[in-house]
């Protein structure tokens, strides 16, 4: 089917990607995941740029793209699809098998979230990546923390320490 207008961002999305045509070509929309950037999503799509996904999703260049995020990408093919996700999941495999040769998790413990708190903020005063606390807490991959959430936080601790 065809769509006259561009597939909301606003939609959430309940896996973690989801394809809509608009205008004879397909968009792909995406949660943006830690790490992730406009470059990264770019270099995946061999897209030449950000301006084009710029476009789609009506950003600026100061935009900031926040974890959980639905975002529109331009995609040309299945193939070029297909590449975009094996590329994606291979950048967070070595993040993860990075981690795992540096640290070990010791224990978990329950945080209760205060006004102010966001996954970006825990992870720089905890001293751990963010996608290790959206590891631990998958609901925060589409909606933000909220006071008195109770959160599973890891501990890590570097190896041979």
Same mark, same amino acid.
């Given at each position: 089917?065809? @769509? +006259? ?17 608009? +205008?004879?070509?397909? #968009?792909?929309? #995406?949660?943006?995941?830690? $790490? $992730? ?9 061999? &897209?030449? %740029? ?31 699809? &297909? ?7 291979? !950048? ?5 098998? $990075?981690?795992?040769?540096? !640290? ?11 006004? %102010? ?9 905890? %001293? ?5 606390? @959206? ?17 599973? @936080?890891?501990? #890590? ?5």
């Amino acid at each position: 089917f065809l @769509m +006259k207008r561009r597939p909301p961002r606003s939609t959430p999305l309940y896996s973690s990607a989801a394809s809509d045509v608009y +205008k004879r070509q397909v #968009i792909y929309r #995406i949660n943006v995941e830690p $790490e $992730e950037t406009l470059g990264h999503y770019s270099d995946w799509l061999k &897209s030449g %740029g950000t301006a084009s996904i710029r476009r789609l999703n009506d950003f600026s260049k100061k935009h900031q793209l926040r974890l959980g995020e639905v975002l529109l990408l331009p995609v040309d093919s299945d193939g070029q699809r &297909s590449t975009f996700d094996r590329q994606r999941r291979d !950048y967070h495999r070595v993040l993860v098998d $990075e981690f795992k040769q540096h !640290y070990d998790v010791i224990e978990v413990l329950n945080y209760v979230t205060k006004k %102010g708190d966001s996954v970006w903020k825990l992870a720089r005063t905890q %001293g751990i990546p963010t996608w290790l606390i @959206m590891r631990y807490n998958p609901l925060l991959r589409s909606a933000a923390p909220v006071v008195s959430q109770v959160l599973k @936080m890891p501990r #890590i601790q570097r190896r041979g320490s």
